[in-house]
């Protein structure tokens, strides 16, 4: 359901780019005839005729805005097959996007110091409300050729060590950490495996376990396996309404338990992988609402409200000692 209601809501994003388009140069002829009694090329209709045509056009944008409002409303009652298809959308906010939209001052650091530099993870030192962070997550791309480069935000051994390095530099100067999760998975190619694939991650679970520094994690698409789980040992996880977090995806859980990739949606309901459902279990601490159809159709109310998010949960930890902050982050896993 939700993919055809996207695709609708798609077409009706072309038209009003194109009438908008039209009805932004019909203002601007109107405008220039008003001023002057020039015309440029092109222009020789007469200022009714163009009022006329760009009445039509008005109404023809409102009417589409409507339409697309009616479409977006039926994106209520979503199943978790439909929050996986959600939170797969490539034109979802990635963490660049939050990045500037978040933070300032943001200075990206390179390579992890040992044998190469990973791009499906992204990271460095900003600023969030004047406080210096350091800021990493999983980087999918926004192009097929940053895809591609990125390997859709899996990461090699590489890509862990540097945020291991980039967390540990953040330890030695007090600085919080804020991770975005967005991966369907750690890279699974023999490169991986042969550079130590296991041991990067099971050393960044250990590593992160230990910081004395507050940390934040936010999965704002796919978290899946222990790709996600990597940078996701933390004080607080927000979770925003339609990403996912789970062991793996619901198409390698159909194939495991049932030997049936195809029987993947009956796998998301078992598999309790939506906000809702880990928010229940206590394993996220906030969920962040989205517009309706998913964080594409309105990012900048997506990055208020996760900007609000973040500043709420990091007063509190920022006031803890760091022997505070790890005893806390302990509790909390424990627990789960």
């Not at 992204?122 to 999918?140: D, E, M, N, Q, S």
């Not at 899996?154 to 967390?167: D, F, N, T, V």
């Not at 925003?240 to 998301?268: M, Q, T």
């Amino acid at each position: 359901m939700i993919r055809n209601i996207l695709e609708q809501a798609d077409k009706v994003d072309a038209k009003l780019a194109v009438l908008s388009k039209s009805a932004k140069k019909h203002t601007i002829m109107l405008t220039r005839k008003a001023l002057t009694s020039e015309s440029k090329d092109g222009e020789n209709a007469s200022s009714e005729d163009i009022s006329a045509l760009l009445e039509k056009e008005r109404e023809e944008i409102l009417h589409l805005q409507g339409l697309k409002k009616d479409l977006l409303e039926q994106c209520r009652d979503l199943t978790p097959a439909d929050r996986v298809v959600l939170a797969r959308l490539s034109n979802r906010p990635h963490i660049t996007d939050f990045i500037d939209a978040l933070f300032t001052d943001f200075f990206e650091q390179k390579g992890d110091h040992l044998y190469d530099e990973d791009p499906s993870i992204f990271g460095g030192i900003a600023l969030f409300h004047g406080i210096p962070v350091t800021v990493l997550g999983h980087r999918k791309g926004s192009t097929v050729e940053e895809n591609m480069a990125c390997r859709f935000g899996m990461p090699c051994p590489e890509g862990y060590r540097k945020a291991m390095r980039l967390m540990g530099q953040a330890e030695k100067f007090g600085r919080p950490i804020i991770t975005f999760i967005d991966t369907p998975g750690a890279y699974p190619g023999m490169e991986a495996e042969e550079h130590g694939q296991g041991e990067a991650i099971a050393r960044s679970l250990a590593f992160m376990s230990h910081l004395s520094v507050p940390v934040i994690a936010v999965v704002t698409g796919e978290g899946n396996s222990g790709g996600a789980l990597a940078l996701s040992v933390c004080n607080r996880m927000l979770m925003l309404e339609n990403a996912v977090y789970s062991v793996l995806s619901p198409e390698g859980f159909a194939s495991i338990l049932w030997k049936d990739s195809s029987r993947h949606e009956e796998a998301c309901e078992l598999m309790k992988l939506t906000a809702a459902d880990l928010y229940e279990n206590g394993i996220v601490d906030e969920v962040i609402p989205e517009p309706r159809g998913g964080a594409q159709t309105d990012p900048v109310s997506v990055y208020r409200s996760i900007e609000d998010a973040i500043a709420r949960h990091l007063t509190p930890l920022m006031k803890m000692s760091p022997k505070e902050i790890t005893a806390d982050r302990h509790k909390k896993f424990r627990k789960l």
